[in-house]
């Protein structure tokens, strides 16, 4: 399995962005996707979170500004991210759980991780 994004970048407060993550190697559809963010030196963050059925999760502090979507034919992982604000800087990571572990895209064993890419706002 291979996860490679991009669409990361340098951008000033309240515009938009969206990275994308292009996946290969899944052989079926019925994992969780997601996207994380980690700045050094914190924990890693849950930012957004999409299952097979397309049920989504958010974590409190991106809810109602970003949006998941997943791309199932295009086998692509997208995060819509608005209102960016100087606190979203971070590198930002694609996942995918493990099959057997999707049944809950929140406590979901994620094994699949993309290289990541910076988001810098300021």
């Known amino acids: 399995v291979q996860l490679v994004e991009s669409g990361g970048g340098s951008v000033r407060a309240g515009t938009s962005l969206t990275p994308t993550c292009v996946t290969s190697?899944?052989?079926?559809?019925?994992?969780?996707m997601g996207w994380f963010r980690q700045v050094p030196g914190k924990q890693r963050e849950k930012a957004a979170l999409?299952?097979?059925?397309?049920?989504?999760h958010y974590s409190q502090s991106v809810k109602g500004r970003f949006t998941i979507s997943h791309d199932k034919a295009q086998k692509s992982l997208f995060l819509e991210m608005n209102s960016l604000q100087p606190e979203d800087t971070a590198v930002y990571y694609c996942?995918?759980?493990?099959?057997?572990?999707?049944?809950?895209?929140?406590?979901?064993?994620?094994?699949?991780w993309g290289q990541g890419t910076q988001v810098t706002v300021s």
């Open positions: 996942a995918g759980a493990s099959i057997e572990t999707s049944i809950n895209c929140y406590s979901a064993d994620y094994v699949d």
């Open positions: 190697g899944y052989t079926d559809d019925g994992h969780c």
């Open positions: 999409i299952g097979s059925d397309r049920a989504t």
